[in-house]
């Protein structure tokens, strides 16, 4: 079984940075699930001529990179250097922008630039679980107070103990005896 890069940088940009990527279009097409086929392709020369589609070549320049920079892991989560057909593991990708992401450290420093966009995923998803429904207009001065406490102090309990004496997660409604004075 192959890994996709494009499984997982979509990945990293809806659920990481909170980018929306769009659907594909019907007609985009697949790659085959194994990743040793007849004709020798990698799944990277795949992706090169599924991008020269003017089309697809929008989307997949934003989330190949990404994807690509952890082709060092394999379906489960194993270091390898090469693919199963014996070729040689190339993690890197050059987004749109001119920027390179090479390797998963490539990665952390391409998140670390873009922390912005992963506290703002990271304080609305958490006020979500911690609301148990989908973050609404009311939730916003509280995520964006999480953020800068986020910013000033880098520690995740601040974060909690934000959201948890929060007026919204004390009163929420519906719960017995949770009701404002």
Known sequence: MRTSPVKRG???????????????????????????????????????AHRNQASCNS???????????LEHFDAVGRWRDRYRDGQPIND????????????????????????????????????????????????AALIEHAMADLRETGRFSILIERIVTSRQFRFQRGRAGNQPP
Do not use: N
Not at 15 to 34: E, H, M, N
Not at 59 to 69: A, E, K, Q, V, W
Not at 121 to 133: I, N, S
């Open 10 to 48: 979509d990945w990293i940009l809806r659920r990481v940075l909170g980018t929306p990527v769009p659907r594909p279009p019907a007609d985009a097409g697949s790659i085959p699930g194994d990743d040793v086929l007849a004709d020798g392709l990698t799944v990277r020369k795949r992706l090169e």
């Open 59 to 69: 989307c997949h320049s934003r989330i190949d990179p990404l994807g690509f920079s």
């Open 92 to 139: 890197s990708g050059k987004l749109r922008d001119g920027t390179v992401i090479s390797s998963p450290e490539g990665l952390r420093k391409y998140l670390k630039d873009h922390q912005a966009l992963f506290h703002r995923t990271l304080c609305t998803k958490l006020v979500g679980y911690a609301m148990g429904r989908h973050e609404s207009i009311a939730d």
